[in-house]
């Protein structure tokens, strides 16, 4: 994975995560918490795709290389932040 892979898959996290909140209000961790889970996630789904080798594409700027590192970091980033927001929130239904 190439830097510009990496800061793709980063940023499409974090607006994974925020998108996510917008649907999942109750798991909510405020936009800078979002966009930190956001930014795990997508690191994290990056990783995950990698290593399955779902993705083959060369890296950088191609078109498959990019919708692969949206897809991937827009996904991970929405589910760690719900997987996150969901935890956070357990305890207080107790």
């Given amino acids: 994975m190439d830097i510009i892979t990496l800061i793709v898959n980063l940023i499409?996290?974090?607006?994974?995560g925020n998108i996510a909140a917008a649907f999942l209000k109750?798991?909510?961790l405020g936009t800078?918490?979002?966009?930190?889970a956001g930014i795990l996630g997508?690191?994290?789904?990056a990783a995950i795709v990698q290593a399955l080798g779902a993705f083959t594409g060369t890296g950088g700027l191609d078109i498959g290389s990019l919708i692969a590192g949206i897809l991937s970091g827009g996904v991970g980033g929405a589910i760690v932040m719900a997987i996150i927001g969901l935890i956070?929130?357990?305890p207080a239904k107790i």
């Fill in 12 to 16: 499409s996290g974090a607006i994974g």
């Fill in 26 to 28: 109750d798991q909510s």
């Fill in 32 to 36: 800078l918490g979002n966009s930190v």
């Fill in 42 to 45: 997508g690191g994290i789904g």
């Fill in 88 to 90: 956070r929130s357990a």
